[in-house]
């Protein structure tokens, strides 16, 4: 069998953490990317939008209760581990799809919201191992770019799923997505399962200044319960809470109006454009963050401002046209509902929607910088992943449960509006008090600590030659 961990080609190395976090957004590409890019297309490529936002709302509800219990599943590596933890997530995005497409074919209704049961509690698994590699795994000085890298990856399954669809439906005029879409995001998205087995444990990742990712030692379950517990007596997560709670609360307004004022072909282009604006925006908070001449501290304050004002200006401009149109109108802007993209006046939401995405990966990066500025320990940041899903999901469930009963969209987007608004002041006051580096107050390890029989089995970064280290030992 290959050993993975001693693959190296030239100056790359398998085991180096852009290396883990590359796959594991490579993973994310053929799930939760593809699962976007339904989302994209509006109230999941159907028509339904009241039982989409019922089976959203199951969803999101069960990622909550299962969010929290997450990060402690992945922690204890003797029941599963980031491996297993990661396949089995994936899972559940494969599920959901064939519901939507069943209930395409035969209508059938409680499929739908049974498999968004089932994907809310592996998504959240997905979700805490994928957070404890991206924030872990990487130095300090690489985690806004880390964020970035997996997040334009990840926003690539989007892009690819969004062109799939247009692609099969570019001369449709039908309202729904055909059988070809569902068959070929089915195909994508099992190849996720095989391919979380080839992202590697923490202990034989090593990153480019010699250190390794340390690993504590192995909780009991009531051990692990305590450390959960923990968290929730911690003022940074309280503190946290509104952002954590408002980062996917906007998807349900946001997919609700592009199912209502658009045609099948023109929200295939809309989930495409959503997909671009999210890389752009994975870039610029990564840039801010990581690149940005200023301590730690500061550049998160920086990232702070730049959302807060971004969403203001994007924000801004979708209150003031949501106040042209309600959910009874059949006619938006002077035109009858819904448009294709050939309608003219369907240039201006487009271009809004492409730019709440753009603003909603700011808001998602710097929460993840946040996160990861709060320790470099894996467990704890399986916990906190797990936490933060949790918390979200809770959001999420609130929100289309509430388009589900066909609240108002001018009061769907007011509250989207207020909760960023509240949020943003408490991440900077969390931001404001961490440290410019955790490695002085936490245990650093280096290759030449690891087990003679380990350095033997992985590749090392230039400048460390296990000869060497060995004879240190």
Request: aromatic letters at 12%; charged letters at 15%; hydrophobic letters at 50%.
């Amino acid at each position: 069998m290959v050993n993975l961990a001693a693959l190296k080609y030239g100056r790359l190395r398998y085991n180096s953490p852009w290396t883990q976090v590359v796959i594991v957004g490579f993973v994310a590409l053929c799930s939760v990317g593809m699962f976007s890019a339904i989302g994209g297309l509006g109230a999941g490529g159907t028509q339904d939008v009241q039982l989409s936002d019922i089976a959203s709302s199951v969803l999101y509800g069960c990622f909550c209760v299962g969010g929290f219990f997450a990060g402690s599943i992945n922690t204890l590596q003797n029941i599963l581990g980031p491996r297993m933890t990661m396949s089995i997530g994936t899972s559940g995005y494969a599920i959901y799809l064939g519901a939507l497409w069943n209930f395409q074919l035969h209508g059938t209704r409680w499929f739908l919201i049974f498999a968004g049961a089932i994907l809310g509690f592996s998504a959240a698994l997905f979700w805490s191992a994928q957070g404890s590699i991206m924030m872990s795994y990487p130095m300090e000085k690489d985690k806004g770019r880390s964020f970035t890298v997996f997040w334009v990856i990840f926003q690539m399954g989007t892009l690819i799923g969004a062109s799939i669809a247009l692609g099969i439906e570019f001369h449709s005029t039908l309202s729904t997505m055909s059988t070809g879409v569902y068959v070929s995001f089915m195909i994508i998205m099992l190849t996720a399962m095989a391919t979380s087995w080839v992202v590697l444990p923490p202990h034989l990742v090593v990153r480019g200044d010699g250190t390794i990712v340390e690993l504590q030692r192995s909780l009991s379950p009531k051990q692990e319960f305590k450390e959960f517990i923990q968290m929730f007596k911690d003022w940074r997560m309280l503190a946290l809470f509104p952002m954590f709670f408002s980062s996917n609360y906007f998807y349900a307004y946001q997919g609700a109006i592009t199912a209502s004022l658009f045609n099948g072909r023109t929200r295939a282009l809309v989930s495409l454009l959503t997909g671009l604006g999210s890389m752009i925006g994975s870039v610029l908070i990564g840039s801010i963050t990581d690149v940005l001449p200023f301590s730690r501290h500061n550049r998160a304050l920086a990232g702070c401002a730049f959302v807060l004002v971004l969403s203001c200006i994007v924000w801004g401009s979708g209150l003031g046209f949501q106040t042209k149109f309600t959910r009874a109108s059949a006619e938006v802007l002077g035109e009858e509902i819904p448009w294709d993209w050939t309608v003219g006046v369907a240039a201006g939401p487009i271009t809004l929607i492409l730019a709440y995405y753009l603003v909603d990966a700011t808001f998602q990066g710097l929460a993840y910088y946040t996160m990861s500025s709060l320790t470099n320990d894996p467990f704890k940041l399986a916990r906190i992943a797990g936490y933060y899903k949790g918390i979200q999901s809770g959001g999420a469930a609130v929100s289309f449960g509430m388009d589900a009963v066909k609240t108002a969209y001018l009061g769907e987007i007011l509250i989207s509006w207020l909760l960023i608004l509240v949020s943003l002041p408490l991440c900077a006051l969390v931001v404001y008090r961490i440290r410019d580096t955790n490695y002085e107050v936490e245990t650093v390890k280096h290759v030449e600590e690891m087990e003679p029989e380990i350095i033997g089995e992985i590749s090392l970064p230039d400048g460390h030659r296990a000869g060497q280290d060995l004879e240190k030992k």
